[in-house]
């Protein structure tokens, strides 16, 4: 069957995955625009305050074993905000579907945050995470191993007053980049998804002088 000319393909895939003390509306700018190019997108949300991150990343498994067991989709890709990350990055470690494809971490805490560490004393009870994404290096994010996927791209924020830009890499990524912004409102650049879609599609992050954005190695 010939695909008409402007409709995207129907066999991949994107599930996206919000952050702390966010909801799925945040990533509704970002899903908009990846929907151009793929015909399926899931905004997939979770209540992230009250529990633990691995009772998110276990319940994200189970939705990747399920997408994954359907054998609809060539491949499986995912793009995350902020603790989303972390949420996916204990998914994978739990499941890593077969098709995996591409791996987009948006302003990840990858190596804590200071203003967790500096909130959880206070709303640690009541607020899990804030405790676990604290960015000593003992702490709960910063002792977990690294992803085993090969194609991850990191998109930090310049200024992002949660989550210092070099608090986003892990050492295994395959490009980084820092992009103008701040921590949430990266999310609603046109420039955000415009790379998220590159990477996806070509596994690197577009360069282009005179864009705003900073080279991968630059921090």
Same mark, same amino acid.
């Given at each position: 069957?010939?695909?008409?000319?402007?409709?995207?393909?129907?066999?991949? $895939?994107?599930?996206?995955?919000?952050?702390?003390? =966010?909801?799925? !509306? !945040?990533?509704?700018?970002? #899903? %908009?625009?990846?929907?151009?190019?793929?015909?399926?997108?899931?905004? %997939?949300?979770?209540?992230? &305050? %009250?529990?633990?991150?691995?009772?998110? @990343?276990?319940?994200?498994? @189970?939705?990747?074993?399920? &997408?994954?067991?359907? @054998?609809?989709?060539? +491949?499986?890709?995912?793009?995350?905000?902020?603790?989303?990350?972390?949420?996916?990055?204990?998914?994978? #470690?739990?499941? $890593?579907?077969?098709?995996?494809?591409?791996?987009?971490?948006? =302003?990840?805490?990858?190596?804590?945050?200071?203003?967790? #560490?500096?909130? #959880?004393?206070? &709303?640690?009870?009541?607020?899990?995470?804030?405790?676990? $994404? @604290?960015?000593?290096?003992?702490?709960? !994010?910063?002792?977990?191993?690294?992803?085993?996927?090969?194609?991850?791209?990191?998109?930090?924020?310049?200024?992002?007053?949660?989550?210092?830009?070099?608090?986003?890499?892990?050492?295994?990524?395959?490009?980084?980049?820092?992009?103008?912004?701040?921590?949430?409102?990266?999310? %609603?650049?046109?420039?955000?998804?415009?790379?998220?879609?590159?990477?996806?599609?070509?596994?690197?992050?577009? +360069?282009?002088?005179?864009?705003?954005?900073?080279?991968?190695?630059?921090?």
């Amino acid at each position: 069957m010939i695909q008409p000319v402007g409709q995207p393909p129907n066999d991949e $895939l994107v599930v996206l995955v919000h952050g702390l003390a =966010a909801h799925r !509306v !945040v990533m509704g700018r970002l #899903a %908009w625009s990846l929907r151009e190019q793929y015909a399926r997108v899931m905004n %997939w949300g979770y209540s992230s &305050l %009250w529990s633990r991150i691995e009772r998110h @990343g276990r319940a994200l498994a @189970g939705l990747l074993e399920r &997408l994954d067991g359907e @054998g609809k989709h060539s +491949r499986i890709h995912l793009v995350t905000h902020s603790m989303g990350g972390i949420v996916a990055r204990l998914a994978l #470690a739990e499941y $890593l579907p077969r098709n995996f494809g591409r791996f987009v971490m948006i =302003a990840p805490p990858n190596r804590g945050s200071h203003m967790a #560490a500096r909130l #959880a004393p206070f &709303l640690g009870r009541v607020c899990p995470p804030l405790v676990q $994404l @604290g960015n000593h290096e003992a702490s709960f !994010v910063c002792s977990l191993p690294l992803p085993q996927v090969t194609e991850l791209g990191i998109i930090a924020a310049k200024t992002d007053f949660l989550v210092h830009h070099p608090n986003t890499r892990l050492g295994c990524e395959r490009d980084h980049i820092v992009l103008p912004g701040l921590h949430s409102s990266l999310l %609603w650049r046109r420039e955000t998804a415009e790379q998220v879609r590159h990477f996806l599609e070509h596994g690197e992050f577009r +360069r282009q002088s005179g864009a705003g954005f900073q080279p991968a190695g630059q921090v």
